[in-house]
């Protein structure tokens, strides 16, 4: 017999449902399971168990063109010489 004695309602947008759903499928829960143990690892953490925070797509496209610039200068072809590498570097 189930230890459960209580019932929470949540309202979501199908598509979430269904692809949700289909997640936990796929690695053997339903969705009620699925929600107990985020509910779980919530009480565990003393909130959510994972981050949570603003994402600011400028600062991850900033971030990306930071690693393009990086590799660009690390970047070996047409160095002819350690100095070479060093000066177009610090450029």
Known sequence: MSNY????TVRT??????????????????LSTAINVFLRKSI??????????KVNPNRIIAAADEVDVQDEKTSTDGIESYEQMVEDYFD
């Open 5 to 8: 004695d209580s019932s929470l």
């Open 13 to 30: 947008n199908s598509g979430i449902k269904d692809d949700a759903k289909k997640i936990y499928s796929d690695l053997g829960l339903d």
């Open 44 to 53: 565990e953490y003393e909130g959510f168990p994972f981050e949570v925070r």
